[in-house]
């Protein structure tokens, strides 16, 4: 399918590998055929056969021994010149107040002699877009390493550096005045889109106004850039749906979709159209918000999302609409250079500028306090599939490296970068339950006698019975006998309600628990074999230095406590 510009300018509209072993910490109930299981040979390697697939007992992909993993460390290499292509370069961000976006201001701000650095902020006027600069970055505690270097000229340093510019990203032209607009094409040398709606199953037609319209308009301003070298946009590892196997960094094109492959034989066999095509989806969500009323139509819209990301093969909406948004930019991007960082699951930083900064209460946090807090007693996943957790500092570094190089590069080509740690640094959903554990038990949110490990399912009839029979017995439900009539309706209804969180819960985050595939990382550890020592010393992007324990129980919870949660122990 072939579209061009003009086709997107619409109206408005509101491989699991397994690290076998027979010794784990964390019970695993349901039917689980280990019978599947057994000893192979490969390439003169003792391995094991799991559900078809087979792995090395070593704890990485089988593929993976095709490719050289580890990358040669600077030596004297004279490194991609990170400092030499940031010196006085103007940097144009959207999503500056998110916790990429923001992580990258701070990050160029510390570490590099960057020039101007405009930021797209949603706001009515100048004076609350610099309010809002000054509340959500400038006094962020983030940026407390910048504020104590530069002391009493702080704010006159961000400020100077720093340039709020009034704007939206899912209005036409940005949303920008006249003024901003001219001064930016003039003065701006790199362009990052890091604004979206990230939203697992928000209604269909937001999801797509953000993550597939709105980079559509970034490209297009883009290419009124005079002094443009690099449109970076920060997409997600998960685009790549419902494929398994090992992944590669490849760009995605139009009319893909995100379906195992023998799925897709099977759906192109059949009368059905394979590939997902962006113009119909967009007129869909349009015509599906017009034809319902303000009373249902976030409830149809959102079910719209999810339905049209199951049928092409992504996990869920949010999935879906940012591989959207990777097509429009491949198939409209002409010759602006692009680069693609899609990370994936993104937690709080690990060194810098200080350990465990979190913002917000993202992906598995929700999990990992309910567990602290006694109000989630089960989990559904395979104790042996490798989660893909990355540290904040990392993507923002893996991206500003990538930037300097092919900022330097400057040709008209598209480059993927996959920011993942499951292929270099598995980390097991046994072993991850078994970290948070660890740290609960030392360090208790709530006051509970024989904090219980975390029991996993692969099968959600149990869980859902043994997670309603342990929330019975922990609300009191069994000893609730005799109590009178409002106080038992209350007790009922707390019951239900936390039942209800830990099934919801357990549902949105089942794909990751039993995910049957590993991201590449080839272009990262290329990209670290070509930084010089300093450069790997100041711009951190090697997984493997990453120790998941430490991780888990010194850094990352007690930054959720610190930052999401505000106290050391709270009361359900």
């Not at 027979?22 to 599947?36: A, I, L, M, Q, R």
């Not at 930021?119 to 504020?147: G, H, M, P, T, Y």
């Not at 937001?206 to 883009?222: G, K, S, T």
């Amino acid at each position: 399918m072939s579209l061009t510009q003009s086709s997107f300018c619409i109206p408005q509209i509101k491989s699991i590998s397994p690290k076998y072993s027979h010794k784990t910490n964390v019970s695993f109930f349901g039917n689980y055929e280990k019978n599947k299981v057994s000893l192979s040979r490969s390439c003169g390697k003792l391995g094991v056969n799991f559900n078809g697939y087979t792995y090395f007992t070593s704890p990485h992909h089988p593929l993976e021994y095709e490719l050289p993993l580890e990358a040669e460390t600077g030596g004297d290499c004279g490194g991609i010149g990170i400092d030499k292509f940031f010196e006085g370069k103007n940097i144009f961000i959207t999503g500056a107040t998110g916790l990429v976006g923001k992580a990258l201001v701070e990050k160029l701000l510390r570490s590099t002699s960057v020039g101007k650095i405009y930021l797209l902020v949603k706001a009515n006027d100048k004076e609350a877009a610099l309010d809002r600069l000054s509340k959500d970055i400038i006094q962020s505690d983030l940026f407390e390493c910048i504020r104590q270097e530069h002391g009493s000229t702080y704010d006159e340093f961000v400020r100077e550096k720093l340039i709020p510019v009034v704007g939206n990203i899912c209005e036409p032209n940005l949303g920008m005045d006249a003024y901003s607009t001219h001064e930016i094409m003039e003065e701006v040398d790199v362009i990052v889109g890091s604004a979206a709606s990230t939203t697992l199953n928000d209604r269909y037609d937001f999801l797509i106004e953000a993550n597939v319209n709105a980079p559509q308009r970034l490209m297009r301003f883009a290419k009124r850039c005079k002094n443009l070298k690099l449109f970076v946009h920060i997409s997600t590892a998960y685009v790549n749906g419902r494929k398994e196997g090992l992944i590669y960094e490849e760009p995605l094109v139009m009319g893909g979709n995100g379906r195992n492959i023998e799925d897709d034989d099977c759906i192109s066999s059949s009368s059905l159209f394979s590939g997902i095509d962006v113009t119909d989806e967009i007129n869909l969500a349009m015509k599906s918000c017009i034809a319902n009323t303000d009373l249902d139509a976030t409830k149809e819209l959102k079910r719209l999302g999810l339905e049209r990301a199951t049928f092409y093969g992504w996990y869920n909406s949010y999935h879906s609409t940012k591989a959207m948004g990777e097509m429009v930019l491949n198939e409209i991007r002409g010759d602006v250079p692009v680069v693609i960082i899609r990370p994936a699951v993104i937690e709080s930083s690990y060194k810098q500028p200080f350990p465990g900064w979190i913002q917000g209460n993202r992906m598995f946090d929700p999990v990992i306090i309910s567990y602290g807090k006694g109000l989630l007693p089960a989990y559904l996943a395979d104790p042996d599939v490798h989660m893909d957790i990355v540290p904040l500092d990392m993507v923002a570094n893996t991206t500003i490296a990538a930037i300097a190089k092919h900022g330097i590069i400057n040709k008209p080509q598209l480059d993927v970068y996959h920011v993942a740690t499951g292929l270099v640094n598995p980390l097991r959903f046994a072993d991850f339950f078994e970290y948070i554990h660890e740290h609960f038990s030392a360090n208790p949110l709530i006051d509970m006698e024989n904090f219980a490990k975390m029991k996993l399912f692969n099968e959600f009839s149990d869980f859902s019975k043994y997670t309603r029979d342990e929330i019975s017995e922990r609300s009191g439900m069994k000893n609730a006998v005799g109590v009178n009539g409002k106080t038992l309706q209350k007790i009922q209804r707390q019951y239900k309600a936390k039942v209800a969180y830990a099934e919801q819960l357990c549902k949105m985050y089942e794909f990751i628990g039993f995910f049957k595939a590993r991201f590449h990382t080839g272009n990262t550890r290329k990209l670290l074999a070509e930084m010089s020592k300093e450069e790997q010393l100041n711009f951190e992007v090697d997984a493997t230095k990453i120790n998941w324990r430490k991780y888990f129980v010194d850094i990352h919870i007690p930054g959720v406590r610190k930052h999401v949660l505000n106290a050391t122990k709270v009361s359900i």
